[in-house]
């Protein structure tokens, strides 16, 4: 019973906000890559890169609050350097 209760409360308990940054590879011209991340209290999260502000993934609930990313695009630098579809 104390694991169920344990279970509960973390499933409740909202996510953190903030914005976490990491090296998300190095453009064509050398200028290193970064993603952040940016999430608030409810889990919603963003995924911008300051390669030309791309958006790689936005998770936003359903209606019955399940994430789910709502963008379409590449998970890594190298298609947005020699695509011309400009995702995200």
């Given at each position: 019973m104390a694991g169920m209760v344990t279970a509960l409360f973390?499933?409740?308990?909202?996510a953190r906000a903030g914005i976490a940054t990491q090296h998300w590879g190095t453009a064509?011209?050398?200028?290193?890559?970064?993603?952040?991340?940016l999430t608030n209290a409810h889990g919603m999260e963003a995924?911008?890169?300051n390669f030309?502000?791309?958006v790689v993934s936005l998770k936003v609930p359903d209606r019955d609050?399940?994430?789910?990313?709502v963008v379409q695009g590449y998970d890594h630098l190298e298609?947005?350097?020699h695509d011309?579809?400009?995702y995200g």
């Open positions: 973390c499933a409740a308990t909202p064509p011209d050398g200028t290193p890559v970064q993603l952040y991340t995924r911008i890169t030309g502000g791309i609050g399940h994430l789910a990313n298609p947005y350097t011309g579809a400009h």
